[in-house]
């Protein structure tokens, strides 16, 4: 098989290099600074109110997280014991884990 270069997938594209990459950095770099400086003078405010009540409120939706992490560890434990044993035929013997045993929070 011949070993030639096709250019098919990027017809339409301008060619990148380096020179063309770093303007556009240098550009979007600057773009940000201006929004920065604008929303800090007060000009413009860039910050969305529901956003900042939901970043607020994520240390509490963490706390009830783990709790209810923490209460599904306790009902594994509990249960561990009492959960019966999937039959032979429908778990794999090894290598794939997709129909696998699983305890009572489905893990392996």
Known sequence: ??????RAAA??????????????L??????AAAITAASAA???SVENPELVRL???LPEAAAEYRAALEEIEWIAA????????A?????????????AERDIVGRL
């Open 1 to 6: 098989m011949p070993n030639t270069n096709v």
């Open 11 to 24: 017809e339409g594209l301008p060619a990148i290099n380096r020179r063309r990459m770093l303007l556009g």
């Open 26 to 31: 240098a550009a979007a770099s600057t773009a």
């Open 42 to 44: 007060g000009c413009a």
């Open 55 to 57: 970043g607020n409120r």
């Open 78 to 85: 509990e249960w561990k014991h009492r959960w019966p044993l």
């Open 87 to 99: 039959p032979d035929e429908i778990t794999l013997a090894r290598g794939s884990y997709t129909d």
